[in-house]
């Protein structure tokens, strides 16, 4: 069985960091791609990051140059780290693994973590 497990978050000031970390098991994904999408209370689930199994990434523009996504095959962990941190970055954090279409569509993945909270402080 497939599990991802999200971790990391927690409640932080503006214009700090935290890294959140996604461990999947159950199978491998070297060879897929892996991302990070968040859903505010209220708003549809977005994409937010995505790597390749090469390492390529991609990013929304609204985190672009304050969030970083990598992954360590080896552990089949991927990760987020997020600097500079805003309150509108308040979200549940969701790990998404194994695209089939485009990167930034969830309904691209075919498997999907449980969310990690993400509260940003004014």
């Known amino acids: 069985q497939v599990q991802l497990v999200e971790s990391g978050g927690g409640l932080v000031q503006a214009g700090g960091s935290l890294r959140l970390s996604c461990v999947a098991s159950?199978?491998?994904?070297?060879?897929?791609?892996m991302a990070w999408f968040r859903q505010a209370p209220g708003k549809e689930r977005e994409f937010v990051a995505a790597?390749?199994?090469?390492?390529?990434?991609y990013y929304a523009d609204s985190v672009k140059g304050r969030f970083a996504i990598s992954r360590d095959n080896a552990k089949n962990t991927v990760y987020l780290q997020m600097d500079s941190l805003k309150p509108e970055d308040t979200a549940i954090y969701y790990c998404?693994?194994?695209?089939?279409?485009?990167?930034?569509?969830?309904?691209?993945?075919?498997?999907w973590g449980q969310g990690t909270q993400v509260t940003v402080s004014s």
């Open positions: 159950g199978r491998t994904f070297n060879s897929a791609y």
């Open positions: 790597i390749s199994w090469s390492g390529r990434t």
């Open positions: 998404a693994a194994d695209k089939i279409g485009s990167t930034a569509t969830t309904a691209s993945y075919v498997y």
